[in-house]
């Protein structure tokens, strides 16, 4: 059994990404996560990963990787933990435009070296944006989609706090 609260970590440049962490903040808050944490990767360090029971990591796709700000924080946060926080329950979010494959794969692979376990499907949110204008300029998620966002956030914390991942 895991011990702490669910910590999402986050990074977005044109607001999917924060929308939907956002969300799931807000949805952890009104289940059994009241201790759940909400932090932009930039300003996570090992300590944070080390006193949460599990992740939500929402980042968008950028040039078929996780944004900069996200691998940055892995590479701050990896060597610390590492050995530290196994079987811990992870989920993701990818906002992307196309795809989102690509980070999905970096972000597990790093999870797979952490040992965590997922335990919900990869979820990647398609902006659908293709020209530079579209990519660049800020997002609005959909009511559908924030109230999954929550679902989800909610169904993490329940599960740290129940122990059941």
């Given amino acids: 059994m895991t011990t702490g609260p669910l910590l999402i970590i986050w990074h ?7 929308q939907l962490a956002a969300a799931a ?20 360090t090992p300590d944070d990963l080390l006193a ?9 796709e950028n040039l078929a990787s996780m944004s900069g700000e996200m691998k ?12 530290r926080i196994e079987g811990r329950p992870y989920a993701t979010v990818i906002a992307a435009g196309s795809d989102g494959e690509g980070a999905q794969r970096q972000l597990d692979r790093i999870a797979k070296g952490w040992r965590l376990k997922r335990v919900t499907d990869p979820w990647i949110v398609m902006t659908d944006a293709q020209e530079p204008e579209e990519i660049l300029a800020p997002k609005t998620v959909s009511d559908s989609e924030r109230a999954r966002a929550a679902e989800l956030g909610a ?8 122990g059941i991942f």
Avoid at 30 to 43: F, K, P, T, W
């Fill in 155 to 162: 169904a993490l914390a329940e599960g740290i706090a129940q």
């Fill in 72 to 83: 940055e924080m892995f590479d701050r946060c990896y060597y610390p933990v590492l050995g």
């Fill in 52 to 60: 949460a029971g599990g992740y939500l990591f929402c980042c968008p």
């Fill in 25 to 44: 903040f807000k949805g952890a808050g009104e289940e059994a996560g009241e201790g759940s944490r909400l932090l932009r990767a930039c300003d996570t």
């Fill in 12 to 18: 977005s440049r044109t607001g999917t990404s924060e």
